[in-house]
């Protein structure tokens, strides 16, 4: 089975750095997807984490250790904009490859 | 704009009804997936289709049904209706069934069923 941990809320400040953890334990894993999703919106592909390590992508960077079966988002430089839902999502290793995702963090940036 | 079109964006049925979502993948996108998200809950994985067959399924009721066109286009059905069916739709698109970083899921804008 998936089980996918993220904190449920969170809180930051404009211009702050906030980062977003997430940890997973699933029957084989196959990579680490983080999606941004507005209210009512749909999700939007942020990053991709397969490897050990940081990917960084302009403000947003994500880390990933398969070992603790741990990832996090990093949001520098925090905009207003960047208050939405943040999905962290495992794909597992069966033969379907299929995405599942956490409850998200609902990240409010305040002025 | 994701390039996955869904319709309609929002539906409002009675309980006991059938209603049918429709979903156009991103073009040159082979694999749909179609995902079910109530307030407050993470998107939970219904079913997918790759080029036309059934790939894998997650926790589809037994009333849902869906299906994968020649044209690629996809449709859920949803069967006897019920009030805790009320969710936002999704479905989402990629080259490959695998979404690897290169290939990551791109979805539509949702459709939100309301049964009342």
């Known amino acids: 089975g998936q089980n996918i941990d993220q904190p449920t809320e969170m809180t930051a400040t404009e211009g702050a750095i906030v980062q977003i953890n997430c940890t997973y334990q699933?029957?084989?894993?196959?990579?680490l997807f983080w999606y941004q999703q507005h209210a009512g919106e749909a999700p939007t592909f942020l990053s991709y984490?397969?490897?050990?390590g940081l990917e960084e992508k302009g403000r947003f960077s994500s880390f990933l250790s398969r070992s603790k079966g741990y990832s996090y988002l990093l949001l520098k430089e925090l905009q207003m904009k960047d208050s939405a839902s943040y999905l962290c999502?495992?794909?597992?290793?069966?033969?379907?490859?299929?995405?599942?995702f956490g409850t998200g963090t609902r990240l409010t940036v305040i002025p | 704009d994701s390039g996955v079109t869904q319709t309609p964006k929002h539906l409002i049925t009675a309980t006991g009804q059938r209603v049918t979502l429709r979903c156009s993948p991103r073009?040159?996108?082979?694999?749909v997936y179609w995902y079910q998200q109530s307030l407050d809950q993470g998107l939970q994985f219904l079913i997918q289709?790759?080029?036309?067959?059934?790939?894998a399924k997650g926790n589809i009721l037994e009333r849902f049904s869906a299906q994968q066109f020649p044209d690629l286009h996809s449709e859920l059905n949803l069967s006897s209706l019920e009030l805790g069916d009320s969710a936002l739709y999704f479905c989402?698109?990629?080259?490959?069934?695998?979404?690897?970083?290169?290939?990551?899921?791109?979805f539509g804008n949702g459709t939100r069923l309301t049964v009342t």
């Open positions: 699933t029957s084989g894993f196959n990579g």
């Open positions: 073009s040159g996108d082979l694999s």
């Open positions: 984490n397969v490897l050990d």
């Open positions: 989402a698109s990629s080259v490959r069934p695998e979404g690897t970083y290169n290939s990551p899921l791109h």
């Open positions: 289709y790759y080029n036309g067959e059934e790939r």
């Open positions: 999502a495992v794909r597992d290793a069966t033969g379907a490859n299929n995405l599942f």
